[in-house]
């Protein structure tokens, strides 16, 4: 039978079944092949099924796939995709041109058959292209699943045919029941989405492209990789020097092997600056997965700044098995394999960001959600997870504790600076925390007196604000010295003070002008040639850079804990020094602003040493306290207020949990290495994906108002709807990068 005849089969109500079309491929050769609709969903039912098993709900995995594309046996989608595929162009599609719907068949029939749990499939499949819907929207009532349920046109479409009796009506009942409660349900059903869009993209894609499908997977196994790593750290032990500071880090290193024995659940690492943390944490996940058959490990880090550093170190121990997720990846850096693997984080090592992390959890696109599944029964390193926005900590707190509950998530907690995430009642107020945390060092007291290598001077007076001038004349006698401001302006004139040859650092050098920069720094430190550097806080978290000397202008104490972590780090003075000023202007409006209140209210007056560790859990506390909300967008309200009716804001929900809030900056390609040829072939071809992956690394992100300003002057010019560039020669600077004065912070950078 040829495909006309098939097609012409499949639009009789007599026909068999296996007729029907689910996609159809047209081979080099100009001949057509059928995917054939029965066999989709049955393969889709099975991957799904799968998926969920492997947090006991296979019953609801299958029961998706197999209804997720229902719509396809009607009529009118086998003429869409007859003429669409190009086997049939005269194939006549009544209403229009335009796509047809073939979800809300599924999504109905599941209701129509099983009530309330039909409900909750019916989330998925009525989401399964354009992602989860709200269930009731005031601004978009057609993107609604309560306006699509009450659309039974759609169900009707398919009665006039003969689906199969066993796809239709299948001899399963959903009987597990979900996890988390009404707290839990939001996460539990993005994880059943999950399951079926990954399942219904890797069976289209071996029908449609066998080739790409085949070369998915094949990272080596966690035993593999843990092998890899005792070589490593046996050959890098061996090597280094009987000094203290290595001392301490092997001490470190044993603890968290040893620990990692312990229950899955959460762990929290408090190890000092410098003390190891990386490598350490990396071992107790490795030794921790082995033991308890976790999947995969996912290492999350705040700053796109700092995750090539980390990822470089993992790379150089496993080759090609770490997989780097991040909006700032060079394309070059990726192969086919792992450039599928970020698609659904199907390896064995991620490397990834708290904004991708975290905002996959909470999304509603199924890109963003694909991926999710695997993360079920993995290890997560949350690395400076002091820095999780305190914006959304409610929500993320709750997800990590169902996370580790239900879908057996290890979570370790890596910091020098452990946040105070504890559960705590005030007037008029709860902040649900972690549960059941536990230490991996023994006495992290005993580390931090180990690892004491600075002085920190803090200013007499919190209130007498001092002038760039007076600071540079402080400064400028250290021949080596690193210099840490709060603003992208604050940089910029501090650094206009300094002698020529003064290194500059700061989010107005696009992310690959950054990474020569911080590479050329620890090039001539490592020669131990004078240099001074002027930076924003990009520099602090992860870096591994080592100054004798370090100024910190007046900020959060978490902030100039980091910063005192850049200075003698690896221990050769026997004090380094750190001077904290304060700065002619306040922070920002914002987190910076109350991380800096926070710091002046808790050590006003006080004569203790600032970087004691019980310190920090004073800080973070009242830092908690003096946010406006630990939930300030309502993410907790909109997933579980209803989830007793089974009513959830699901895309509400994703829009508002944003941790960057992108919509007062504008992001512009600069003129920097090969960008311009670069920005020509954007011109030329438009922005594929590739190279838009490749130009992100020349961008810089600045005010919307002052872009505006830009394009006005012709200094920016818009290259592509909605995508602007360089114009002129002297907007980009190469050693201080854009000469626009922006107010930008590095909390912008987090990404």
Known sequence: MNIREAHDLAMTSSAPVKHYLAHVRRNEDGSF???????????????????????????WGRLAGLWHDLGKYSSAFQSYIARES???????????????????????????????????????????????????????????????????????????????????????????????????????LRMLFSCLVDGD????????????????????????????????????????????????????????????????????????????????????????????????????IPYTSIIEQTAGIFRGIFDNNVVEHHSNLDPEKETAKSRLATENWDASIIVTTNVQFFESLFAARTSSCRKLHNIVNSVVVLDEAQLLNPEFLQPIMDTINLLARHYGVTFVLSTATQPALNTREGFGWTFRGLEGVREIMTDPDALYRDLKRVTVEMPLDFYVRREWQEIAAEIIPHESLLAIVNTRRDCRELHRLMPEGTIHLSAAMCGEHRSQVIDGIRERLAKKVPTRVVSTQLVEAGVDIDFPVVYRALSGL??????????????????????????????????????????????????????????????????????????????????????????????????????????????????????????????????????????????????????????????????????????????????????????????????
């Open 33 to 59: 092949e059928i995917h054939h609709l029965e066999e989709h969903l049955r393969a889709v039912g099975d991957l799904a099924s799968e998926f969920a098993s492997t947090f006991g709900h296979s019953d």
């Open 86 to 188: 190009g086997f049939d162009p005269e194939a006549h599609i009544e209403g229009g041109k335009g796509r047809v719907n073939h979800s809300s068949a599924g999504a109905l029939h599941a209701v129509e058959k099983l009530g309330g749990k039909g409900r909750l499939l019916a989330y998925l499949i009525a989401g399964h292209h354009a992602g989860l819907s709200d269930w009731h929207s005031n601004e978009h009532a057609l993107a609604s699943l309560s306006q699509r349920l009450t659309e039974g046109q759609h169900l009707q479409t398919i009665s006039n045919v003969t689906v199969p009796t066993n796809i239709l009506h299948p001899a399963i009942t959903p009987t597990t029941k979900p996890l988390g409660g009404e707290a839990g349900l939001a996460l539990w």
């Open 201 to 300: 993209f890797l069976d289209t894609e071996n029908f449609m492209d066998g080739e790409k499908a085949q070369s998915r997977g094949t990272f080596s196994s966690i035993e593999e990789l843990l092998g890899k790593f005792d070589e490593h750290m046996t050959k890098l032990t061996s090597e280094a020097k009987p000094t203290p500071v290595n001392r301490v880090r092997a001490e470190v290193l044993r603890q968290c092997r040893e620990r990692a024995s312990g229950t899955p659940g959460l762990f929290s690492l408090t190890v000092p600056t410098g003390g190891g943390k990386t490598l350490s944490g990396l071992a107790f996940a490795l030794t921790h997965a082995v033991r308890y058959k976790k999947r995969r490990i996912i290492y999350v």
């Open 558 to 751: 978490d902030s100039i804990a980091q910063a005192a972590g850049r200075c003698n780090r690896e221990g050769a003075l026997d004090l380094g020094k750190v001077v904290v000023f304060v700065p002619p202007k306040s922070s920002p409006p914002g987190t910076l602003r109350r991380a800096e209140q926070t710091t002046i209210s808790l050590l006003s007056g006080s004569t203790s040493d600032p970087m004691a560790r019980e310190l920090f859990t004073r800080y973070f506390e009242h830092f908690y306290v003096k946010a406006d909300s630990l939930d300030k967008h309502g993410i907790t309200d909109l997933l579980t207020r209803d989830a007793r009716e089974l009513k959830i804001q699901f895309r509400t929900a994703a829009e508002k949990f944003q941790l960057i809030d992108d919509a007062e900056s504008q992001a512009i390609l600069v003129w920097y290495g090969e960008s311009q040829a670069l920005i020509g072939k954007l011109k030329k071809d438009g922005p594929e994906r590739w190279l838009m992956r490749k130009l992100q690394r020349y961008s810089v992100n600045l005010p919307r108002r002052a872009v505006d300003k830009l394009v006005q002057s012709g200094e920016v010019q818009e290259v592509w709807p909605g995508i602007f560039a360089q114009a002129v020669s002297t907007l980009y600077d190469d050693k201080v990068g854009v000469t626009f004065g922006s107010e930008l912070t590095a909390e912008q950078l987090i990404g």
